[in-house]
């Protein structure tokens, strides 16, 4: 196939990953990515892998056919580059024309013979678990950008994936998979991980809600739910307990320690007791509030040989025992293709859930919430993320806060308080609750 997609390229480096994709480019056989979601997270994802040889996108998933045209459109493509396809046959035409098939039926383009891996950008848990069981049963690999999904039913998903032959990955970019890549470099050398987390980006306040952030979020071209999930903290507890499940650290305490310290004092800080820090053990997630790590993300490790630290010392990196490495950036959703293309050629995941779940996404009730009340989703008005040890969160039968959206709360909950399965009724018939309930059967939680 001519792919008129791909434009000119600088020079490539006779290996690696660039190296393997230009050959593929080559060959007329790119990397297929159909991508579910064509907001803004979507509008990154076309554009970034129109920079790419040997990838392009098979599908772009748009519900409502209104966002996918105008992400085609900024991402310098021609105006008539995606068009509205309905079934398989107009997907396949569309797609060997060298054009982009805009798809309203997910299971549709999920399952069509032209994808070889599948992003979920759409940032819904419900969503996740409808894509993620579709994508695997599909016999496709799947790249979840979808971190609230992640830290509901990731467990499970790795899971069927493994048993499926394909590969559940989270992509890279986002600040989880960034610290999965420095945890690794660590580990590898064999120095124990005190620490690691990010620098949280916005401002913090707990109290947030959609109409007092709506006109910053038209300024930076965002939604104001999206906003305000950041802002009160929910994408941080989301974030950490996604590092967590994948590496076996865990929230020190509740809803972690969140110190203001600045990069030259985490590891002064985010280090045990003992030792001057407010970590009552080694080897946890948590985040800073302080200025100049965010958009950074760390990992702290501890190095007691007396030749390791002299080299450290040596590098201007410290007396030790506890060093900090930073990485200053991460690029969300521009390095997402990275990962679609590791998936599809190699068979590897960046970033991947343990077995068993070492945290929990929990929910603190923002407001007073009194019963009759129906829940709204995360970043809105009721609830907001709290981070918790796994098994805390079960011996206080907290729910997972993926599963709240549109629960009925059944007793008055004050603000502040942890919303539990003796106040609030979830819905049962959705595919996130099954795949949930399945996990929890599956590790021998069920009640």
């Known amino acids: 196939m001519s792919d008129t997609r791909v434009p000119n390229h600088p020079k490539i480096a006779a290996n690696g990953l660039a190296a393997d994709l230009a050959k593929r480019a080559e060959a007329g ?42 992400a085609i459109e900024i991402a ?8 509205i396809c309905e079934t398989p046959s107009q997907i396949s035409k569309t797609f060997e024309a060298g054009r982009i098939p805009i798809v309203q039926d997910t299971f549709e383009a999920i399952t069509h013979e032209n994808v070889d891996v599948v992003i979920d950008a759409t940032g819904s848990p419900e969503a996740g678990a409808e894509i993620g069981q579709a994508t695997i049963d599909a016999g496709k690999h799947l790249v979840m950008m979808n971190v609230e999904a992640d830290v509901t039913v990731g ?16 992509g890279a970019g986002d600040e989880p998979s960034s610290v999965m890549e420095l945890y690794d470099f660590v580990t590898a050398l064999g120095y124990p991980v005190v620490a690691a987390g990010k620098g949280k980006n916005n401002a913090f306040n707990i109290d947030a809600v959609p109409d007092d952030y709506r006109a910053e ?90 030749r390791v630290r002299e080299r450290m010392n040596d590098l201007h990196l410290g007396e030790g025992a506890y060093y900090t490495f930073y990485r200053p950036y991460h690029l969300t959703s521009l390095e997402v293709p990275l990962s679609a293309a590791r998936a599809v050629m190699y068979g590897t995941s960046d970033m991947k859930p343990l077995p068993r779940p070492v945290a ?6 923002k407001r007073d919430l009194k019963a009759g009340d129906t829940l709204d989703f995360i970043g809105e008005t009721s609830y907001r993320s709290w981070a918790m040890r796994a098994d ?56």
């Open 155 to 170: 467990a499970v998903l790795q899971d069927m994936a493994a048993k499926k032959g394909v590969v559940y990955t989270v």
């Open 76 to 83: 310098g493509y021609e105006a008539d580059m995606g068009v």
């Open 29 to 70: 056989n790119p990397v297929r990515a159909c991508i579910v979601g064509s907001g803004e997270m979507g509008t990154d994802l076309v554009t970034a892998i129109k920079q790419m040889p040997g990838m392009v996108v098979s599908s772009i998933v748009d519900r409502r056919l209104v966002n996918a045209p105008k």
């Open 217 to 306: 979020a038209e300024r930076r071209n965002m939604n104001p739910r999206m906003l305000v999930e950041f802002v009160d903290g929910s994408k941080t507890m989301v974030e950490m307990t996604c590092i967590a499940n994948a590496t076996g650290l865990v929230p020190d305490i509740a809803g972690m320690h969140g110190p203001d310290c600045a990069l030259d004092d985490l590891h002064k800080t985010l280090c045990p007791v003992e030792d001057g820090g407010v970590l009552s053990q080694k080897g946890c997630v948590d985040f800073t509030v302080g200025k100049g790590v965010a958009p950074g993300i760390f990992v702290i490790a501890e190095m007691r040989h007396h």
């Open 392 to 447: 805390e969160a079960r011996e206080k039968k907290a729910i997972p806060v993926g599963l709240l959206n549109k629960g009925k709360v059944l007793n008055d909950i004050p603000k502040g308080s942890l919303i539990t399965r003796h106040d609030v009724d979830v819905r049962t018939d959705t595919a996130l609750y099954k795949l949930r309930a399945k996990q929890d059967e599956w590790l021998g939680y069920a009640s």
């Open 360 to 365: 929990e996404v929990c929910a603190l009730a």
